[in-house]
């Protein structure tokens, strides 16, 4: 499918103020400091604009700052921690209040997104710490009855899977189910989709994720089981729905990690949206296919916390 005008002046868009922080991945000389060309990058995604009907806060989450995007009508003891994506170096809070808004209005949740730490200032697992620690802070702080579910993207859709495993271990409540939107689950990149998609994703190459991952990883290798999910202990996890656009090099990576937890034993779904790219569901104003995608998720986590609720 051919992208129309406003959808391929976006993509420009957001693919022109990432290239901007290259020079910060290489340790190169900025035109200008770093906090200001992440303050466009969020700038760029706040575009996609959030609900007339939705609220937006300033929230501390046991030491993680971050923004509570809180729906007119919220329905008692629905939280959702929505995990930012960027590939672990770009993107904030400030630039998601339009997919966290969404979800608030259609799930009726309170939905909490973590400003964590940054590479190449902080190296991983300096972001996972801060997403785990946030939703400790929500199973400890919250009601016993509040029914949590995590979202996120790329990065953050990897950090999806590995803070449940984090939880897990740490004998944490499970969240009722999760949803990794484009998830960036395996840093050694060996999927053939990162040949085969070459050139027909419009955001990612293989060319660009290794030099993203040589930056974020320090001493962290890229078959580690907290940054790449595919290689995690995942058994004993809650439901779990991945969404991949064709397009995308990460194709075969997020099939790679569905497959991963349906053979151990993780109720999983996958869907694979013919044509699209990353993170496609954040444009819900351009295309319909975003918003289709978006539905088709909170249908999903709906009926999960439903069936929570029941248990």
Not at 193 to 219: F, H
Not at 265 to 280: A, C, G, K, N, Y
């Amino acid at each position: 499918m051919p992208l129309n005008d406003a959808m391929r002046e976006r993509l420009e868009g957001w693919k022109e103020v990432a290239m901007a922080l290259a020079p910060l991945l290489l340790g190169e000389e900025l035109a200008e400091t770093p906090e200001v060309l992440r303050a466009r990058y969020n700038q760029e995604l706040a575009r996609n604009l959030p609900p007339a009907d939705v609220s937006v806060s300033q929230v501390d989450m046991g030491g993680v700052p971050g923004a509570l995007v809180t729906p007119s009508e919220p329905r008692e003891g629905r939280v959702m921690l929505y995990i930012h994506g960027g590939g672990y170096f770009s993107g904030g809070s400030a630039g998601y209040h339009g997919i966290a808004g969404h979800f608030a209005k259609l799930l009726g949740a309170k939905v909490y997104v973590p400003d964590y730490r940054l590479a190449p200032e902080h190296l991983f697992p300096a972001p996972l710490d801060d997403v785990s620690n946030a939703y400790a802070w929500l199973a400890a702080d919250k009601a016993r009855d509040d029914r949590i579910v995590l979202a996120g993207d790329s990065a953050g859709g990897a950090m999806v899977v590995s803070a449940m495993v984090r939880a897990r271990n740490a004998g944490l409540p499970m969240p009722a189910a999760g949803l990794a939107i484009s998830p960036w689950a395996n840093l050694e990149m060996t999927g053939a989709s990162y040949t085969t998609r070459d050139g027909v994703d419009p955001l990612c190459s293989r060319e660009i994720l290794l030099l993203m991952a040589r930056a974020i990883l320090g001493a962290t290798r890229p078959n580690d089981p907290d940054v790449s999910p595919v290689f995690a202990d995942v058994r004993g996890l809650p439901p779990i729905l991945v969404q991949i656009g064709e397009s995308e090099v990460m194709l075969s990576d997020a099939i790679r990690l569905a497959t991963h937890l349906a053979d151990s034993r993780v109720r999983t779904s996958l869907e694979i949206w013919p044509d699209m790219f990353h993170v496609w569901p954040m444009f819900t104003d351009v295309i319909p296919e975003a918003r289709d995608a978006l539905e088709s998720a909170v249908s999903f986590l709906d009926r999960n916390l439903r069936q929570s609720a029941h248990e």
